[in-house]
């Protein structure tokens, strides 16, 4: 970016390469957060509404193996828009505003296409994969009604993910908060709808998603379509442009990689929990709806990152890069401290608005109590890898996730777990592979030599 255009952009609350760091980094950290906090909010009215008026076995088929194969599917290709994010946030930073909308054309087009082909694979393949995950029979049934539906609006799921990514990347975190708190309160009012009044079960809270993500998705294209003076999407930009997809696949397919193999882990941890009972596959997915709150949060944080190291590496800004990194520390460990505590204080009480099964009360705070202690050790995971994948280093975070989180989660199922046979051992595989992780990528950071790659819009 030139001189004169960064005088220009100075006070553009936009541009993340000018102002004091941890004042730019918090208020585009913010709206992030609260978006996050108003999600989890929504899917604790969601798992009230599906504990206290469908039942258990209705909990256990929203939240228990279908989640898990959303979480590997969708949440594959909803990571690779972490590629699109930091390819247009360092073009924005290095002031190559004549690109911008072609690269954002492009982005949106493709996330397009992957959304239709994966909504057509999950209608056919739902049932096949939740019998692959040995769910239980008592919820098969509405597991797979519910999936399907879901799936018919993944496409909508996958653009106003990559909309999103690409507002922040822009250095917009407000609108993609407000358009995501109008779909959750829209989402909210169709499940009292249609799971109260109508009584439509699973299927209710399937079709009220539906049409949540159908008006958040609208809404961001509008106004990408309606946007600032330096960028906008346009009919004529929304097709393929391999110039710009090389650098997106290439640092969004490893993200991709690494949400799948996440998943992929939890998956096979899915298989163990649900070996252990229905009361522990509710528990362990209300476990997720209450202490979700952190990861969303660290999610945030992360994100927020991410869109500040992109922007600032593309404009070769490495002294605020590098100051990003111990703010972002400082945010993080500060974050989880006080997170963790309200978590272990609260939980019981949240748990039992949630569900009235106290057998599922008591199992959940068990699991939690195995895991909240031990958020701290996660700090230097999302951080250090948010801030290799702004840098455009994407490759040797994922290998060092894969092998610290994934790999060594599934041994653990297979070789722990599998001689103990209890929550207890197979919660540890938790904590145990976030400290050895976090351990691993802190090395990676200080001897990598990530700030000295190129950048990727360097020609």
């Known amino acids: 970016m030139s001189e004169q255009s960064r005088k220009s952009n100075s006070n553009n609350r936009s541009d993340l390469t000018t102002g004091t760091v941890w004042k730019k980094l918090l208020v585009f950290f913010l709206p992030i957060a609260a978006g996050t906090i108003i999600q989890q909010l929504y899917n604790a009215v969601v798992g009230l509404i599906v504990g206290r008026f469908v039942g258990t076995d209705a909990l256990a088929a929203v939240g228990g193996s279908s989640a898990q194969i959303i979480n590997v599917l969708v949440g594959f290709f909803v990571a690779m828009t972490a590629g699109a994010s930091v390819v247009i946030g360092q073009i924005y930073g290095a002031g190559r505003r004549e690109d911008l909308n072609r690269a954002i054309g492009s982005a949106v087009a493709g996330m397009g296409l992957l959304g239709i082909a994966l909504m057509a694979f999950g209608l056919a393949a739902s049932p096949a994969l939740l019998r692959l995950l040995q769910t239980p029979e008592e919820t098969l049934e509405g597991a797979i009604l519910y999936l399907r539906i879901y799936f018919i609006g993944v496409p909508f799921v996958m653009i106003l993910n990559m909309e999103s990514s690409i507002l922040r990347a822009l250095g917009d975190s407000i609108h993609p908060f407000l358009y995501m708190v109008a779909g959750c309160l829209l989402n909210i009012a169709l499940d009292l709808l ?168 008591q199992t959940t705070y068990t699991i939690m109590s195995y895991f909240v202690p031990y958020y701290f050790t996660w700090v230097l995971v999302e951080v250090l890898s948010a801030v290799l994948r702004g840098a455009g280093d994407a490759v040797y975070p994922v290998v060092i996730i894969g092998i610290g989180i994934c790999l060594f989660r599934v041994v653990w199922i297979f070789t722990v777990f599998a001689h103990f046979g209890t929550l207890l051992s197979l919660c540890l595989s938790y904590d145990v592979s976030w400290t050895l992780t976090s351990i691993a990528l802190l090395i990676y950071y200080k001897k990598g030599g990530w700030m000295k790659r190129h950048r990727l819009v360097d020609r």
């Open 194 to 361: 249609f799971v109260v009044a109508f009584g439509w079960g699973v299927a209710g809270v399937a079709i009220a998603t539906v049409l949540a993500q159908l008006l958040n998705t609208l809404l961001l294209t509008i106004r990408l379509i309606h946007g600032e003076r330096e960028y906008r999407l346009t009919v004529q930009n929304l097709r393929l442009e391999g110039v710009y997809l090389v650098n997106m696949l290439r640092l969004g397919v490893p993200s991709g990689l690494q949400s799948a193999m996440y998943s992929i882990s939890n998956t096979i941890i899915q298989v163990a929990v649900n070996s252990l009972g229905t009361v522990v596959v509710a528990s362990w997915a209300m476990s997720g709806k209450t202490d979700g709150f952190y990861w969303a949060l660290s999610n945030a944080l992360g994100a927020a990152i991410t869109s500040f190291i992109a922007q600032n590496h593309g404009a070769g800004r490495t002294d605020r890069v590098r100051a990003c990194v111990r703010q972002g520390l400082i945010m993080g460990f500060a974050m989880t401290g006080v997170v963790s505590t309200l978590l272990m204080v609260l939980a019981v009480p949240m748990l039992r608005i949630l569900t009235t099964d106290e057998a599922v009360v």
